[in-house]
């Protein structure tokens, strides 16, 4: 009996096989159930992003809270209501199936994690796509700055809720969510000049030393992802992270909102250039 | 008798004293009625901005509109709904007195044109700014590219409906308006070179060469500002333009929105640089 082609293709995927794969490639594994687990390293050289859902009555409002926010919320794509195609980045993408993972929160409160939306997506249901700090994983492996998500299969950015708060928009209010690196004291400077040139990956960082100052007084109460070991020698570097908006629909308390499980983002078409907000 | 300050301050200023005067001062000699025309050359180096505005019913849709059309539409800033003051980009400005003139389209006609929109503007109007090539004035001058309108009081670009669409968004959906401008032959390279760092104002030209190719089979037929006679040895440029928002707005059919007249743009405090989209 031959094998059947589906059946071939659906074994489990590994992540090395998948760093040079198309974003199509990506995310038709995603589909299929292939890869459900977080996309550092994948399809390296396009964007990655963080997806955020909303109802119609609360898009416009958070459509202006990304614009008044971008470093944390760097706008790549936005759909017309009930559609889940983000057309502008990956036309032929489809927001209800291309994501590992999904949170589905409803009063501020984690209700589901789901691994497909079809049966839940709805006519108004309208879907936002912000820049990620993992588009980045090529530009930093090319720079020699070996970042431990990068080197470590176990290893992944910490995140946490800070003391700098967002403009608000409409319902939309809370703190800027960021992400700390511990980076070798020779690369801070090197690492600066670096992200700085891409601001719809958030840009250069938001703080650069003692946690405190921004409101973080405990690095092992970590929010979001994993906590990171600082070594000697290096330095905390912080970044604004796209899970600002989830926060701010926790704090918001909006009757719904779906979002990617953190570290399982959605993968663009669109390749990584320097960029300016 | 002692002049007042009010009658000293009164009088009508001319072009060359509001060149190099900051973004503040020409939106004040506008609210005052001393400056009533158009801005090109004012406020040099500093972003000069269309004017949008809607009720809210309409607001979210002409935002994707935006993003989904960023070469004609950069979005430089909104409001909050009611709110006149652009606060990203001129927090201490009005739009309701800030722009020398307005029209008031009503189901895609002219029906008004006014000074000032106080007593019209409403709790439910939202602003839209989005860039201009006048914003470019400063660094044309600096690289030596005189265009008609930076070296003649009377030239102004001329603009076309052409036959390139937007893509639509929501109710808006219509035409991308070309701005013309003659250029010397040998400044057509420099002039693509320049204008492509500047994506916030338009970025590099939409077209080159024969108007035809784009949808304009006469260019003396002019859909806003003035004809532009075409020299010997020079090359037609065409350039997306902001007034794009207003054939969409006409095209559309939507009750009400408001724009600046043109040339007559809303001066911000956002300086000039190199952009991207």
Redesign the interface.
């Known amino acids: 009996m031959q094998p059947s082609p589906s059946a071939a293709e659906s074994r489990s995927l590994t992540r090395s096989e998948l760093e040079h794969a198309s974003p199509l490639e990506v995310r038709r594994a995603i589909r299929e159930g292939r890869w459900r687990t977080n996309t550092k390293r994948l399809a390296l050289g396009y964007h990655q992003a963080n997806l955020t859902i909303v109802p ?1 009555r609360y ?2 409002d958070f ?2 809270f990304c ?2 926010n971008p470093r944390p919320l760097p ?1 790549l ?2 759909t ?2 009930g559609d889940p195609v983000p ?2 980045v990956a036309p032929d993408a489809d927001l209800r199936t291309d994501v590992a993972e999904y949170l589905i929160l409803r009063n501020g409160e984690v209700a589901d994690r789901v691994r497909s939306l079809e049966g839940i997506w709805r006519k108004d249901h309208v879907g936002f796509l912000t820049g990620c700090n993992l588009s980045l994983d090529r530009v930093m492996l090319e720079a020699g700055i070996p970042l431990p998500h990068l080197t470590s299969e176990e290893a992944f950015p910490a995140q946490y809720r800070s003391s700098v708060q967002c ?1 608000p ?2 319902v939309f209010r809370g703190p800027v969510v960021m992400s700390l690196r511990p980076v070798p004291n020779a690369l801070v400077v090197p690492l600066i000049e670096l992200t700085s040139r891409y601001a719809l990956s958030h840009g250069a960082p938001a703080h650069i030393g003692d946690p405190a100052a921004i409101g973080i007084r405990d690095l092992s109460k970590v929010d979001w992802g994993r906590e990171n070991v600082i070594p000697p020698h290096h330095t905390t570097m912080f970044w604004a992270c796209g899970i600002t908006a989830q926060a701010a629909a926790m704090e918001s308390r909006i009757p719904e909102i779906i979002v990617h499980a953190p570290g399982c983002m959605f993968v663009t078409d669109r390749v990584v ?5």
Chains 1, 2 share one sequence.
Do not use: C, N, Q
């Not at 250039?273 to 907000?277: F, Q």
């Open positions: 119609e898009a416009f459509m202006r614009v008044a706008l794509d936005v017309e209501p057309r502008k403009t928009a409409g250039k320097e960029s300016t907000l």
